[in-house]
């Protein structure tokens, strides 16, 4: 048993919750009140998120997760095609597109960690 577990906080329902943008705690509330910015507590259940400040973890883990697929991709297909213009714009398109979609993901599965793992900033 994880120390998350111990003191009540499942690690892996605590970030699958944060990953869905809601508290770490109850489910319920939201947990971002913006784009990427984090609610200062739960609606629902007043849990507080003032001290999970994630820095920059979620670009970090979000660049890395773009570089890990699209970096491959490109490499094959400029090995295998004439690498056309329009395949790099398209490319760059969807790296930034499946960034912008994980950003938010990235920043609540990280206060979720940092809130099961009771790690204070």
């Known amino acids: 048993?994880?120390?998350?577990?111990?003191?009540?906080?499942?690690?892996?329902r605590a970030?699958?919750?944060?990953?869905?943008?809601?508290?770490?705690?109850?489910?319920?509330?939201?947990?971002?009140?913006?784009?990427?910015?984090?609610?200062?507590?739960?609606?629902?259940?007043?849990?507080?998120?003032?001290?999970?400040g994630t820095a920059d973890f979620a670009p970090y883990l979000v660049t890395f997760a773009i570089g890990l697929t699209f970096i491959p991709l490109a490499l094959v297909i400029s090995l295998t095609t004439d690498f056309a213009g329009w395949i790099v714009w398209a490319l760059m398109a969807g790296a930034a597109l499946t960034a912008a979609f994980l950003l938010p993901r990235a920043k609540g599965a990280a206060i979720g960690l940092l809130w099961a793992l009771d790690v204070r900033s």
């Open 1 to 12: 048993m994880g120390d998350g577990e111990r003191s009540g906080r499942a690690l892996g």
């Open 15 to 52: 970030v699958a919750r944060g990953l869905r943008g809601r508290c770490p705690n109850c489910g319920q509330g939201r947990l971002l009140a913006g784009y990427i910015r984090p609610e200062p507590q739960c609606a629902a259940c007043g849990e507080d998120f003032r001290p999970y």
